[in-house]
């Protein structure tokens, strides 16, 4: 079967880093993407990864292991506005959005 | 401002009533989607649809059906609703479905009883 694992929820402390991890077992791969999600709003995308390495974008980089099934977002210099849930979704051969059930992320002052 | 509108923003529904959830998009994408979220488990597509006139079953389409009648509207329709039909249902889209992103509509909130 296909399973995309991340975790339930993490903390961290406004100004610091975090890294959100994301392993996945699917059946073919087409990139791998991150979506933010605000409480009660809709999913936003952050970053797409589809070659292994590194994508930086602001505060805000994306890491991708395909040998490893594995995928981190990186996010730097936190703020309180990103306390949301943070979505990992691989595009498996057939060009449909595999998601996991998100990392709730709270940011403490 | 261009985007995916849906409608309601939510619903309390009888079991075994008929519902329509509504979709519209203004950016011309060929590609959109329904998925249902539930807590503690990721987005489950329903249905999609990769054109005007075309649409494809999801991970699960049980319940559910569609039609793609223009470019624009995607309405997801359930026939006979059950309790376990309980959940945020959302509506996106992207250019193509080889596409990088899905553009997301706020959701409907769903509750049926």
């Known amino acids: 079967g296909q399973n995309i694992d991340q975790p339930t929820e993490m903390t961290a402390t406004e100004g610091a880093i975090v890294q959100i991890n994301c392993t996945y077992q699917?059946?073919?791969?087409?990139?791998l993407f991150w979506y933010q999600q605000h409480a009660g709003e809709a999913p936003t995308f952050l970053s797409y990864?589809?070659l292994d390495g590194l994508e930086e974008k602001g505060r805000f980089s994306s890491f991708l292991s395909r040998s490893k099934g594995y995928s981190y977002l990186l996010l730097k210099e936190l703020q309180m506005k990103d306390s949301a849930s943070y979505l990992c979704?691989?595009?498996?051969?057939?060009?449909?959005?595999?998601w996991g059930a998100g990392t709730k992320l709270i940011i403490k002052p | 401002i261009a985007g995916i509108t849906q409608a309601p923003t939510s619903q309390i529904l009888a079991a075994g009533r008929r519902m329509t959830l509504r979709c519209t998009q203004d950016?011309?994408?060929?590609?959109m989607y329904w998925y249902r979220q539930d807590l503690g488990l990721g987005l489950r597509l329903i249905h999609y649809?990769?054109?005007?006139?075309?649409?494809g079953k999801g991970e699960v389409p049980d319940g559910y059906s569609v039609s793609r009648a223009n470019t624009d509207d995607f309405p997801l329709t359930l026939a006979s609703a059950v309790p376990s039909q309980t959940s945020v249902y959302f509506c996106?889209?992207?250019?193509?479905?080889?596409?990088?992103?899905?553009?997301f509509g706020a959701g409907t909130r769903l509750s049926v009883l």
């Open positions: 979704a691989v595009r498996d051969s057939n060009y449909q959005l595999i």
């Open positions: 950016m011309r994408h060929n590609a």
């Open positions: 649809s990769n054109t005007a006139g075309t649409t």
């Open positions: 990864n589809v």
């Open positions: 996106a889209s992207s250019v193509s479905e080889g596409s990088d992103i899905q553009y």
């Open positions: 699917t059946s073919g791969f087409n990139g």
